[in-house]
Structure formats: structure tokens, C-alpha cells
């Protein structure tokens, strides 16, 4: 079963998130520039990612409210989702949690910790490198959502139902990695630290991480199955029938 995913790339200069996030993901995935205001016209989707950003969830910008409304809809038609810190900190807000900014600002790879209740980090080691850049945090898990990850930072993962979000960027390459950390406004003796740590056995030990995409294409395919065989075997899972209403 070949899944179809909204890709909304929430970067203002998307290639590094279209070619990670194509590297990682067995999926057709059909990418929107949600910055352009470029969203989906309807929900004929298996299921939804939404990408990292320079920007902050909580900014009044119009591509953001635009954004937030219409990722509220998709998880009330019940489609599931993957956020990646931005993608993370928008769920969040959509969903009724909190997201503030830090006191300081993690950048480099971190460890980050998971309490093994969630499907989404099956296979990764309980104490897992990965690479980090924000200076937002999600305050306040939505309500119902139980979060599962995090280190001395704060919140690096939570679940609502179908939604699964994390704060660190477990599709990064190196390159992605060193141009990031290089243009950050940060002193040039931490940028140069964090430059020094991106090597390949740090690189190698976040690959970890990378399990997470496999589990979220293997958790939303086993969630079509279900829903197909609830349906009485049509072959239409919740998320083609609800498309099939739209029309």
C-alpha cells in the first residue's frame, strides 16, 4: 500500500526539508508551501507531516492562522500526523496546549530521553542522540495528549490520539545540520562548538531517531487496515471515505 501524504513545508526556503523528509519517507508525498499560503483543497489523505520553520507557532502572521485552522479540521476528520518542531509547537497550539519561548536556545545534538508508550519511537534505545535547533518549547501538552520525550530543554515529544509530534529533527542530514547552526545569531564561539560536534559519529548515533518515520508509515498503514476492515472490506480506509463525502 503506497500512502499519500500531505507534505506542508513550513520553511521558508523548503529544499532541505523536501530532500530529507523524500529521503526518509516510503510515501508519495504531496509538498505545499504552506509560507505561500499553499494548502491542501480538500483531506484525501492518509495522513499529514508538518515540517520545521524559522518562524514561531504563536506569531500573527496570516499563513499561520491559515495553517493552524486548517491543520484543527484535518485532525478532527481524523487524519494523523507527524510534526517536526515547528510542526511540533503548531500541533500543540491547534490541539489547545501552550508554546512559549526559552530561556535559551538548544541547538547541536542533544540526548533526549522517551518513556516507551508510544508506537512512534519503537526500536529507538530509550536515551537517543538526536539533532536539535529551537528556541521555542511547547510550555503545555495539549489536553488528553500524554508526552513521552524530553531532556533538560523540556517537552521533545507528545500524542494526541492519531497526532505524534517531537521537537528535534530526526530528518537532518549533516549538511542540513552545519548550514542551520551556521546561520543562527548565536556567538560565534557556540556556533563553532555545535560545528565541531556534527560528525559523522554523532550523525551516525541520531540515525537512531530516523526508526520514527518507518513506525509512523507502518502505524498509519495498520490504521487503514483496521479502518478498511471496520468499513466491511470496501478497500476505503477513514481517510479516502471521509474524502469520498467531500466530493
Avoid at 500543540?92 to 540526548?111: C, F, N, S
Avoid at 565541531?196 to 518507518?214: H, M, P, R, S, V
Wanted: hydrophobic share 35%; net charge negative; with cysteine.
Amino acid at each position: 500500500m503506497t500512502l499519500r501524504i500531505a507534505l506542508l513545508n513550513a520553511a521558508h526556503d523548503g529544499a532541505d526539508n523536501r530532500r530529507n523528509f523524500r529521503r526518509e519517507l516510503d510515501a508519495d508525498l504531496v509538498e505545499y508551501d504552506v509560507t505561500e499560503r499553499e494548502l491542501p483543497d480538500d483531506f484525501a489523505f492518509d495522513a499529514c507531516l508538518l515540517t520545521g520553520s524559522r518562524a514561531s507557532a504563536y506569531w500573527d502572521e496570516p499563513w499561520i492562522r491559515e495553517l493552524e485552522s486548517w491543520v484543527r479540521e484535518a485532525v478532527d476528520r481524523g487524519l494523523p500526523f507527524l510534526g517536526v518542531c515547528f510542526g511540533h509547537q503548531l500541533l500543540a497550539r491547534a490541539l489547545g496546549g501552550r508554546v512559549a519561548p526559552m530561556d535559551d536556545y538548544e541547538i547541536g545534538y542533544r540526548t533526549v530521553e522517551h518513556d516507551g508508550s508510544t508506537p512512534l519511537l519503537d526500536g529507538v534505545s530509550e536515551s537517543f542522540t538526536v539533532f536539535t535547533t529551537h528556541s521555542d518549547t511547547v510550555a503545555e501538552v495539549p489536553p488528553g495528549a500524554t508526552q513521552f520525550a524530553q531532556n533538560d530543554y523540556g517537552v521533545h515529544g507528545f500524542r494526541q490520539g492519531d497526532v505524534f509530534a517531537v521537537q528535534f529533527h530526526p530528518e537532518y542530514d549533516p549538511e542540513t545540520a552545519e548550514r542551520v547552526t551556521a546561520g543562527k545569531d548565536l556567538p560565534e564561539a557556540r556556533i563553532e562548538r555545535v560545528l565541531d560536534g556534527i560528525t559523522e559519529e554523532n550523525y551516525a548515533a541520531a540515525c537512531e531517531a530516523k526508526q520514527l518515520f518507518e513506525n509512523f508509515t507502518d502505524y498509519v498503514r495498520e490504521r487503514g487496515r483496521d479502518a478498511s476492515a471496520t468499513a466491511g472490506g470496501d478497500g476505503l480506509g477513514a481517510d479516502a471515505s471521509t474524502a469520498a463525502d467531500d466530493d
